[in-house]
């Protein structure tokens, strides 16, 4: 090989270094993109120049998992306190909440307790009554909206994650057909599947399984899964068979978003006057 195509290689090289540091500039506020290295390698046995070996993609998987697992709790909590703090507001709310009123109805109580045949006392515990009684049914007409709020926020959750899942399958199937042409899949499916594995941890607590070192595997923390190669499982919202207005699931989950707002829902319940009147008597479940 000659002097010039020698540097011709090294100017090639050079332009292809100066190419992935202009795509990592352009592309670091895109969502899941990971910083790509240049490799460089002798090109031929002796004094052949150089060339490019592989343009290779920044990402460490071990990191990505704890950070998903960290980012699956981290949902939890917040979708969590983000709607039970609607229902501390309501309750705890110093001037239309129910401590007023609980306090209005015992003063009430008292001055009748202290004068039995004063007609005032008895007008003024009656009167304190029937607003505690108003308030009560108001609150449980309210808590009643937000849980039918939260079945369908459920409903949207699964949703989403069932497009996830297909996505992540059909992205399974693209790579393996890129590595088939190619022998190495583009950097930017990668990236996408990868963006896609830490969506769907943010809805909920998954886990992950590479096969072979190439096609992704996911399934809940009970083994079921969700992404088996090319294929995905679709999950289900229904109604509770002995309670219509429960929205049930056929799995167990432990993180993310969706389990958030299934305990918020069975939060609502327990607070509910006519929930905690049913399952008093055995009737009714939370």
């Known amino acids: 090989m000659s002097m010039f195509s020698i540097g011709l290689s090294g100017l090639n090289a050079a332009q292809n270094a ?119 049914r108001s609150f449980d007409g309210y808590l009643q909206d937000m849980q039918e709020g ?4 459920i409903s949207d959750e699964v949703t989403q994650i069932n497009n996830t899942t297909e996505q992540l399958a059909t992205l399974n199937r693209e790579i393996a057909l890129a590595r088939a042409r190619s022998g190495e899949a583009p950097n930017s499916l990668l990236n996408q599947r990868d963006q896609l594995v830490a969506e769907l941890s943010e809805r909920m607590d998954v886990r992950l399984n590479i096969q072979d070192g190439k096609s992704y595997n996911i399934s809940l923390p009970n083994g079921q899964p969700l992404v088996a190669g090319t294929n995905h499982y679709r999950l289900e919202a229904m109604d509770a068979p002995n309670d219509p207005q429960r929205t049930v699931l056929g799995y167990r989950d432990s993180g993310g978003s969706l389990v958030a707002f299934l305990k918020r829902r069975w939060k609502l319940r327990s607070l509910s006057p006519e929930t905690s009147i049913k399952d008093a008597t055995g009737e009714g479940s939370s």
């Open 18 to 136: 100066l190419n992935t540091t202009s795509n990592n500039i352009s592309n670091v506020y895109t969502p899941g993109y990971n910083r790509e290295l240049t490799i460089l390698g002798q090109q031929g046995a002796t004094a052949g120049g150089v060339q490019v070996n592989d343009i290779q993609r920044q990402f460490n998987q071990f990191v990505a998992s704890q950070l998903n697992a960290a980012t699956s709790s981290s949902s939890a909590l917040a979708t969590y306190e983000n709607q039970i703090s609607q229902i501390d507001n309501l309750l705890a709310d110093r001037e239309a909440g129910l401590a007023p009123l609980m306090q209005n109805f015992f003063s009430s109580m008292e001055d009748l307790a202290g004068a039995p045949s004063d007609p005032a006392a008895r007008q003024g515990v009656l009167g304190t009554t029937n607003t505690l009684t108003a308030q009560f």
């Open 150 to 153: 939260i079945n369908g926020q």
